[in-house]
Structure formats: C-alpha cells, structure tokens
C-alpha cells in the first residue's frame, strides 16, 4: 500500500471517531491522532469538511435509514402517513391523512428516497413539482403541497378513489358513445399537459383512474407506477414484487427504440388506451422475452383492425363478456368498430410518428366527429379501403351503379390503379406535411406565448425554439409551395426575436439568433422575387428588416445601421401597401418601425432628432387610430415613444416637458392594458415609464411624488419577479428600483425604510457579485451598491456608517482595479469615493 | 432445498467451485432483469438496484429457505453484478447521446445524461477508494450500487447499523470530495 493511501486510510478512520465524538472533544481528538504528521492533518481536515459538504448536499435524511414501512404512522407536512400504497427505486407513496378546517382530506403523499448521489433525484423531484404546481386540470391528479420535512423531500397530491379506466367502464356497462367521450377527457387532460411542455410518456389504463362520480384522472408518472402495485398481475405489466416494470405494450415505436419522444408519443400511448377501452383488448402483447430485440420487435408490429381483433385469438366467452360490458352483442359491437373508428384508431397507431394525429386534441376531434356523425379526417389505406372509398365518392355524383362500375374498371386496368397510387401517395405526402406544418405553427407560436405567461419556463422556451427550429428546418426545405416557405419564414422570424431575447448574455444565441435571421431573410427574399408575391411577403419581410433593426439598436449597439435596416422596413411597406396590404398588422408595422427609428436617435444622443422622429410617429398614430381604432398595439407603440419623448425632453434638461410626456405615456400604457393588451410586457414597459418620470422627480427635488412611482414600479416588477424567478435580469431591475425608492425615501427624510430597503438591496448585489466573482460587470455593480448605501447613510445623517460603506466601495474597485482595471466610463470613481473618505475619521 | 441454496451452502464451506457456479448463475439471472430494468431506462426510469437484486434473489432461491451466510453472500455477490451492469450502462448511455427531442416528462426534467456521468465518476472514485480502503470502499458498493439498507449492510459485513452509518457517512463525504474535483492526493 502506497503511503498516499494508508494515509487516506487512517484519515476515514480518524474521521470516524471524531466523528462520534462530542464536539468538545474534537480537537483534542485530532491532535492526539495526527500528532505532527501534518500532511495527515491537512488529510483529515479536508475529508471532515468535506463530509459537511456532503451531508449538506445530499441530506442526511431520515429516510436514509427508515425503511418504507417504517414512515408509517410519521407526519410529513402535516399530512399523516397512513398506509403505504407502492414502493419503487425512487421513493415510496403513502395514503395520507391531512388536517384541514372542516375535515379531514385524504392526499397520497409521495416521498423520495435519499441515497448517495441522491442530487440528481431531488433535482429531479423538484422539477417534477414545478411541473406539476403549473398542471392545474380538473382530469389531472393535481399537486397540493411539497416541500421537505426533516430532510425528507415529499409531494403531497391529490387522492384519487377509483378503478383504472378500463375496469370502470366495463363495471359501469358503458356503450361505446359513452366511453368515447370518457376518451376525449382524457384527450384534454394529455393535451393540458402538452401545453404545459409535459408529455407524459405512459399513459395505460393504470395512469387513468375513473372515480365513482365518473371523472378520469390521469395520474402523474411517478405515482402512478408506484401506485399500481394493486394491479391485476395478470396483464403482463407487474414484476413479481408489483414494482413497476416497463410497459411496451403501451409505448409507442420510438419510445421502444429509443428515438426522441414527442407529444405525437402520447398520441400513440392514448390510441392503444382507445383500442383497449373501445375493443376490449389490446392491439398486441410484447413478448417478455422479445424485449431485448426491441427493433426487430417493433418492424413486427402488426396491429390488426380493431374490429377485426375482436375473436381474433380469445374464447367465445371473452368476447361475450366484452360486449356485454359494452351494453351491445359481439356482432353489433363488431360492425361498430368497423369503418371510421378502425380508421381513428389506427391513424392514432401509426408506426411512423408522422403519420399519427399531429396532437391529442386532433385524435380527439376526429372521434367527436365520428359521434357526431359527420366524416373523419382518418383514412384507411388498404387497397380494399381504396376502392371503397373511390365508390362512396363517386356515389352521388355519378350514381351508385355506374360508381360500382368505375371501381371495377380501376380494379382490372393496371394503369388505373397505378395512378391512383400515385395519386393517394402524393396526398399522404401532403397530409403529412401539413401535419409538420402545424405543429411547428403551434410550437411557434401558441404554444410560446402560452408559455411566455407560465412562471419558470425560460429553459423550456429555450427546449422549445431548438426543438421548432427542426421542424422549420424540414418546412423549408422540403417545400416549394409559396405559402409554406413564407409560413416558415414566420416561423425564422419569430424565432429570432426569441432568441433574439435570450441573447443578451450568451453569444452562442446570438449567433443561433443570426442564423434564424438569414433563414427567414433569405426564404423571403426569393418569394419576394417572384412578380406575383404578395403583400403578405413584404409586411412580413419588412417586419424581418424592422427587427433587425431593433435588435442592432439594443444588442449590437450599432444605430447606423439600424437604421439601414429601418429604411429597408419601410420600403418594404410601402409595397406591401401597393399590392392591396392596407391592414391593421401593416400599420401596427409601420408605427413600431417608426418608434424604433426615432430609437436609433436617442441611442445617438441625438435629441432633437428623436423628437422629431416620436413626432412624426405620434401623427401617423393618431392616423392609424382613426382608421382602425385605439388597439392595443398600437397604444404601447405610443407610450414607447412617448417614453421616449420624455427621455430626450430629460436629457436636453427639459424636465417640466419630460414629465408630461412620461405622464402621457402612462396613460397610454394603462389605456393599452385595459384594450387587453399583452399583459406582461405592456406592464414592463409601464414599469420603466414610472421609473423615469420617478427619476425626473428625483432630479427636480420632489421626492415625494418620486417615491410614489417608485412604489408602483415595484409592485409590477415584483409580479415579473414572481414569475420567473431564474429571470436575473428582471430581479437585478426590481433591485434598481428599490434603490431608488430607498434614494427617495432618505431624501423625504424617511431614513429607516430607507436604510432598510437599500441594505436588502445590497444584499442582492452582493450575493451576485459572489455567484459571479470574475464577471467585472458584477463587481462594478457591487461597488455601485455599496456607495449608495454610503449617500443613504450620508442623507439619513449618519456619516460613521457612510465612511464604512465608503470605505467597502473603495475596496471593491480596488479589487475592480487590479483584476479587470477600470472602464473609462467609470475613470473617476474611485477618486471620488476616496475624496468622500477624505472627509471621514 | 434447491440448487442454488445447495450451492450456497457449498461456497459457504469452501468450495471454490461451487462459487464459480453459483457466480454464473447470478450473472445469468440478474443480467436478465438488468437488461430489463435497463431498458426500462427508455421510459425514463431510474435504475432500481434494490428492486432488482431482491428480485434477483427471490427468483434464485426464496429469500426464507436460505441460511443467513448465504444470504450475505449473495447480497455482495449482487452489488458486484449490479455494480458492473450500471457502470456498463452508464458508458453506453454517454455513448449514445440522445438527440434534442422535448425531455421533459411528468416525472420532471430528463436528468438522465448527468446521471450516467455521477455513476462514472462514483465508480471512478471508487475504485480509487478500494485501493486505499477496501472495507468502505465495499460498504459503498453494497449500499449504492446493491441498493442494500443500512440495516442489510451490516448484516453482509457482519457489523453493527451503527458502525455502517458511521462508515458509510465518511465514505460519503471522501467520494463526495473526489467527485466534485475537490479531492487531492492527501484526501
């Protein structure tokens, strides 16, 4: 044994008997073992701390070393562990006794297990709460408390009293009506998920439990294979100890074969779902022993027509049963099934995720339309459904026997048939390309602007646009037709501006950002080349040019050619207006061009040309709202310019005219909020019309009427705050603005709220500047902070307390100094501050 | 008595051979419901070594019918196994990155990726740890990759759950050091 490992060794050892030790007797202990052997010395501190570390980390939890059985009968977040339900690798589930007012709620209480490594399970664990905490549905066993009690990390959900969709159906004798409409609930539930970004990935019988009043509740993955320990074993899903083992006869092709999983998965999951619940049995059995061989497994998948399975290889007497359960006889239950739903459903199985419905709802809808009688986008693609199909078309036209007679003759001639093929192949080809179409539209768009109001979702956006852009990427490529390419230059243009957004910190965006741009520029500047293009290809091209523009002017800094771009926008415009585009979207166009024109000036430091520009804009507003009345975009347009008016009123000194314009714009913000106006950006933006007029009161000696906007502006970047707490950037201007407030307070003579707010204030900073130590921009807010919690101080009257914080100021830029050196901008602030010292003790 | 409690007892008394036996069969019998298991990884599900090893065993002999020793035996010979298979796992699964698709599922973000790495870098360390310390290093075997309780452990190490509380939170914190990169050669 080397000696780099004994003495590894010997320091454990040592470790656990300080360990055991009272910690008085610690040090004696380690110097008695150590002696003057430093090195193991330094061996023995570094491990002890380390296991602080650890214990810190990964929780030295009760659960550790309780067994399952052994948390019965605790209490866990005020809710009694009454019964333990299913246990699994992850933690356990529990029937749980809560307290409330009135009654008393029975909840099944989820409790991860903690082991070594158990990081990335609490992770995990707390994601899936987050995911869960925004899935409020009423057919989703909701989420009603979560957190940690005594290290042990539990979820307390809702209890759901019932029996698995497909055992509650056939003891209710649901007819088949009936049990599609149970279908389409859970089609909503699955679909709710989707919209929240969850897909749920095993959705079976199991994961659907039926309460007695007839509601279905789809069960959390989690729970939901913890849950099922009670399961009829015979189904082929539960291993022997009634832990979970996988379900394949329920995945869908990709999720055996490990492809990427998709909502279009789930669509799948709930088609074999469907086929259970309206046949009675499953389309198919994975072997056990197959699963292995999952490919070969899967190419072998051969799913039988539902009406066609019935009988297929069960007794007389199941079938009975089953139809009986059914309320129907085997015979009419067959002929039910057969035609329509066996198109749904297996349009729902398709092997290729393409080729399915594009989303739940889509499955959905198609089964509403075969209750309602009405045709169903399903088709059945077997040469016998063919030609049944080619009569029934031609039924009315051409009268039935002449139809009968038109499918022989395509039957016998060999061409015929042939281009039928071709025919119904280029169909296939377009159906599913609409498919792609469309998901891509809802990603894109829907989807995004649902979750841009959802608290905490910044990384799944981000998911979000990779995953849109490989579908964009397969609209433009795999299209000719003008309409597409022009519905994925949308699509490009939207998703730069999302990147767009995410940029500000990494350059890896930016350039993914950039590369949309071009993507959407160029499919666009080829439409734009035919004569024929329309108007709607150049609003959407100068839309393109205009956010460009805006981009250059607050990303890259670079007015001039901003304004390029701006100029290109308007006279892309001015096209659109003379191919017939005169529309609200072409003026709302116009007038954000124009507000962002009169931008680049003030980036300039050009004031009087950006008054002239807002100008310009403000009269071509009141134009646009004669026409096509107070929207609410264009409302927001005119507060932003009218924002920026104040802006360019302030800097030129012209406070009085500032305010005014402040005060107009924020008028115009709450008249755009009340138009029913994108909520949380127009808020923003009101956030910082009331930041600046505050400022402008500040600067004029009335920080009364300072502190009141202050105030306002808080509350709405709190919400924002609120919402997406991993948001930094919107907390570090909740932090600017309580500064400032606290500035206003001190200056009314308020000091102790005063002081208050700011040290709260320089707490964040300061925490920042920790999380970042070697960001310079993080440190120079840090000394930002700290001076202003000296002229805090300094104004409340207590010169000791400033030079302290003065004194904290300066050492930050000397800390600034030597590791980064000052930015010219900032040249003489450490000057400054050492003057101020100057004048302490 | 079956075969496989025959053999047990067999290696129990010395029987070289009868080890080898026995070894072959456990690899046969858990590396089925570990392929299982791990294909169940698809669905996103964490590895179960508990579950696994237990079911393991109950399928090779029936966990009342055998002696206690053999028990022992069995649960360390298990996590060896266990151990092998989710190291291997884990390799492949870095090997085969997946693909951008939505990863997000009910049961939360796919952290899967992450923890095939912690899996390798535990091994790693690990094996750093046997060679230093070969009693904690097995104690860890036992308990992460057997997925053995305390009380378990210190019944295959023939010790107290006090000693292997005490054992295993040092080990824990030494690996937890190596790991985080933090640990030097005097750690």
Redesign the interface.
Known sequence: ?TT??????D??DI??RV??APESARAALIDEACGDDA?LR??VN??????????A??G?TVA??F?AEQLVGRTLGGCRLVELLGE???GAVYLGERETDEFTQRVAVKVVRT???S???L??????RQ??AGLNHPYIAGLIDGGTDDGVPYLVMEYIDGQPIDAALDAARVDLPGRIEMLQKVALAVHA?HQN??????IKPSNVIVTDDGIPKLL???IA?LMRAEDDPGDGNT???G?????PDY?SPE??L??????VSDVYSLGVLAYQVLAGVRPYQVE?SS??R?AETVARLAIPLPSRRLGLDDARSKLDAIAQARATTPERLRRALAGDLDNILMKALAQRPADRYPSVSAFSADLGRFLEGQPVEARASSLAYRARRFVSRHKLAVGFSLALFLSLTVGLAATGWSYLNAESARRDAARQFNQVREIARTMMFDVFDDLERVPGTT??RQ??A??AQ?YLESLADESADPAVRLDAARGYARLYAILNRQAVGGTEDRERALEAWTRAADILESLAAAPEADAAVWLVRGQLLSDRGASLITVDNDPEAARGFLTDAFAAFDTAADRGGDSLALAESRLLAGERDAETYKWQQDYAGTQQAVAAVMEQSVAARKQWGDTAAILKIEGDALQLMGEARYFSEDFDGALEAYGTSIARYEQALKAGGEDSVISAALGVARWSRGNTYIDTERPEFAADDYAVAIDIVSVAVARDPADTSTARRLAILKGSRAMALVRMGDSEPAIALMLEVDDWFTSQARAEPDTPGAQRSLAVSHHMTGDIYHYAGEPQQACTWYRRTLDVWADIETRFGVSEFDAGQPDYVRELLANCD | MSEVTELLQRWNSGDAAAREAIIERIYGELGGIA???L??E??????????LV??AY??LIGIDRIEWQGRSHFLAMAARVMREYLVDAARRRNARK????????????D?AP??AT??LA?NEALER?A???PD?ALL?EL??FG?L???ETAEVLDTS?TAV???W?????????QM?G??????
């Open positions: 044994m780099d490992n004994r003495r590894t060794r320091a454990l470790c656990e360990l055991d090195e330094a061996a570094s491990v002890l701390g380390a296991i602080t570390s650890a214990d980390a990964l030295e550790d070393s067994t699994g690798g992850m082991r070594f490594l990081k990335t399970l992770e995990r664990f707390n994601a899936e995911i869960l998920a970004l969850v897909v749920h990935r095993d959390d993955f989690g294979r291993t022997l100890f832990a979970p083992a996988m379900t995945a999720q055996l490990d492809d990427a999983v998709t909502t056990r699963q292995g999952m990384t799944a998911r979000l990779g995953t490989q | 392929r299982r298991y294909a169940d698809r669905a996103n599900v964490d590895l179960q070594p508990t579950a237990h079911e109950m399928r997946r693909d951008g698709g939505i990863q997000v599922t009910l049961a939360g973000v952290g992450d923890q912690e899996i535990l740890l060679e230093a310390d904690r860890v308990r992460f997925g309780t305390i009380e759950a509380k005490r054992s939170r040092v080990a824990r914190g030494w690996l937890y050091q985080q933090g640990g030097s050669d005097d750690g």
